[in-house]
């Protein structure tokens, strides 16, 4: 079973991009494997709280300008 895992800074993502973005993965893993890989191709799109990660010793939160407008 093909498995993706995303993580995205929470609030990045309107429901319909998380959405689209399921999609086009699945659509990508369908055209490496077939398509008897659908059905079993898992996305997980994991949404990680302000604060929780870091990039070169800096503690990341979104700007809100990057927030996901619904």
């Keep these: ?21 399921v999609h086009r993965a699945t659509e990508m893993l369908v055209e490496y494997f077939s398509e008897a890989a659908r059905p079993h191709t898992m996305v997980l799109i994991e949404e990680v709280k302000d604060g ?4 070169a010793d800096e503690v990341f939160v979104i700007p809100d300008a990057y927030r996901a407008r619904d």
Excluded: D, S, W
């Excluded at 995303?6 to 993502?13: G, M, Y």
């Excluded at 929780?52 to 990039?55: C, D, F, K, Q």
């Design 1 to 21: 079973m093909p498995f993706v895992n995303i993580k995205v800074p929470e609030a990045a993502l309107t429901r319909a991009q998380k959405a689209e973005i």
């Design 52 to 55: 929780g990660y870091a990039r």
